[in-house]
């Protein structure tokens, strides 16, 4: 499998520091309000990238943190008159509804809280400190900017150009401008902490630092989020990470393509800033999951009311396939193979080839999606009621395999309540006693409560729209 490495801008051979096993790092959410959309991007791409290295057989270890110690949330918490820890559980209780809708949580999740590790980050400042890698300035603790090697390797900014376009006054107790906080000194309203240089709380950058080396070790294999976070954050973890363990911070470092709405850049300024949850009345969010996984992750997105319409009618496809097999396993008998059959299971196994190849080249899920497609496709033109029983059980099995790496094929179908039951009957009865007019009447009534209704050799079938 080959990743593209943003540190080298090269794709490589992924080789994993343990055989069999995946340590991954995703920057998660900073939990002073619901997710935006833009948020859900790398959630739902490292998650894909995570499920593709289980269905290879690895061991996968994956962190999605929680910042809940920030200005953001200190504001949030002084406009409401609560505390920061409400503030944070309020939204982490929410992010986990969002996840729960965009499949994040079928697995176990490290997801560790910034304030649960302060200990640890004092610890982690303090080899800082006597490293002379970090200085205490009015009670604030700061990085030297000196003691980073390659200061700027992820980014590919220079050092020195950021210290002259820097401006002057950006803080008289810094020693560079470049040098950033790793410990705050405390202020009116603000949650604190006891430290050996006085009373504060931790900086945003050193938080993932710590959480990383705290659950994965010191160096881990896959450090992934959005392209925005290359400079400062990553850039910074990589400087204090590396200065305090002497190794290399994260041999991989993965990020994904910003999103755009109706083409314009996605910001609350222009009105067009959409969380999750506001999706989510509209469509299911596996219509969101397969959206952002729809096109190469390292790819810009346009996301739209149009397109989410265009990815929902491509999951329905998905889905009819799924259904028609399940309907075909209920009717169709084992037989011996015949050359039909393996010509069929040939071209199964052909796509199942594709899907792997394209995901193994730099986790490009819209050609691996092109895959599942080709099969649903083989679905509808090569299987029927007369189709061998074991060759559409194994189409079956692979179709259910493939979708789950993308996180699709998840919902479950809603049931209907006893009054849609019994017009349902109503019109099978109709329709034998060749009563057409009832039958097509009853099909209005159902399609006024969203129920659509087919008739097949099978039986009907119903869905809701």
């Not at 991954?24 to 995570?50: E, Q």
């Not at 199964?348 to 594709?354: A, C, F, L």
Request: proline share 2%.
């Amino acid at each position: 499998m080959k990743l593209y490495n943003t540190l080298t801008r090269k794709k490589e051979e992924f080789i994993p520091i343990k055989e069999g096993q995946v340590t991954m790092y995703n920057c998660g959410p900073t939990v002073y309000n619901l997710i935006h959309v833009g948020n859900a991007r790398p959630l739902s791409v490292f998650d894909t990238l995570r499920r593709y290295f289980i269905y290879k057989g690895y061991d996968v270890k994956f962190v999605v943190n929680f910042t809940d110690i920030d200005d953001k949330l200190i504001n949030k918490a002084n406009e409401e008159g609560i505390t920061v820890e409400e503030v944070a559980n309020r939204y982490i209780a929410e992010f986990k509804k969002d996840a729960n809708g965009l499949h994040l949580y079928d697995y176990e999740t490290l997801n560790p809280r910034a304030t649960h590790y302060v200990d640890e980050m004092i610890e982690f400042i303090q080899v800082l400190l006597d490293k002379d890698a970090a200085y205490v300035s009015e009670g604030d603790v700061y990085f030297n900017i000196e003691a980073a090697k390659d200061y700027g390797k992820l980014s590919h900014k220079k050092l020195e150009d950021l210290i002259s376009g820097a401006r002057v006054d950006v803080s008289e107790i810094k020693r560079s401008p470049a040098d950033f906080a790793l410990w705050k000194a405390k202020k009116e309203n603000e949650p604190y902490w006891d430290a050996p240089w006085g009373q504060g709380r931790p900086g945003w950058h050193i938080e993932c630092s710590v959480m990383a080396k705290s659950l994965l070790g010191d160096t881990i294999d896959i450090h992934s989020g959005g392209e925005d976070l290359q400079f400062p954050h990553h850039e910074n973890e990589i400087a204090q990470s590396e200065a305090c363990n002497e190794v290399t911070f994260a041999n991989y470092w993965l990020h994904n393509g910003m999103i755009t709405v109706d083409n314009e850049k996605m910001s609350k300024s222009l009105g067009n800033f959409f969380t999750v949850r506001e999706v989510s009345k509209e469509f299911d969010l596996e219509v969101l999951r397969f959206f952002l996984i729809s096109s190469h992750y390292r790819s810009p997105i346009n996301f739209s009311r149009e397109v989410m319409e265009q990815t929902k009618n491509s999951l329905d496809r998905i889905y009819n396939g799924k259904d028609k097999l399940e309907d075909l396993m209920n009717i169709t008998k084992e037989r011996e193979i015949s050359e039909e059959d393996n010509r069929i299971l040939s071209e199964v196994r052909e796509n199942i080839k594709m899907f792997e190849d394209s995901m193994d080249d730099d986790l490009n899920t819209a050609d691996a999606i092109t895959a599942v497609f080709n099969i649903v496709k083989l679905i509808n033109t090569s299987l029927s009621e007369d189709s061998n029983k074991k060759v559409v059980e194994e189409i079956q099995n692979t179709l259910l395999k493939l979708s789950k790496v993308l996180g699709i094929l998840e919902i479950k179908k809603e049931g209907i309540d006893s009054e849609i039951e019994e017009l349902i009957k109503e019109r099978e009865d109709a329709r034998k006693n060749r009563d057409f007019k009832r039958a097509d009447e009853i099909r209005d009534i159902l399609l006024s409560k969203n129920i659509v209704i087919e008739d097949t050799r099978t039986g009907t079938k119903w869905k809701r729209i």
